[in-house]
């Protein structure tokens, strides 16, 4: 247990005498993490596939999407 106490204590020692330091780091990491974040703004992804409405959304576009191709020729 000494050694815990021991680091903790240097830990907080250093925390004392530069705080500033402390926020830059904190700042930093929290920094790095967020440029890796990636977002999904739309609805599809949020909502469950097993749904019954997801699975006749999903037929449905299937089925407008089959119609656009067949009108345009194909793509």
């Known amino acids: ?3 815990i106490e ?4 240097k830990l907080a020692a250093v925390q004392e005498k ?3 330091l402390i926020v830059l780091v ?9 440029l890796r974040m990636k ?3 739309s609805f599809d992804g949020m909502m469950p596939d097993d749904l ?3 699975r006749m959304q999903d037929h449905l576009n299937g089925i ?3 119609r656009y191709h067949a009108r345009s020729g194909g793509a």
């Open 18 to 20: 530069y705080p500033v």
């Open 6 to 9: 021991d680091t903790l204590r």
């Open 39 to 41: 977002l999904d703004p």
């Open 52 to 54: 019954e409405v997801i």
């Open 26 to 34: 904190f700042t930093v990491v929290m920094a790095f993490g967020s």
């Open 64 to 66: 407008r999407i089959n």
């Open 1 to 3: 247990m000494p050694l």
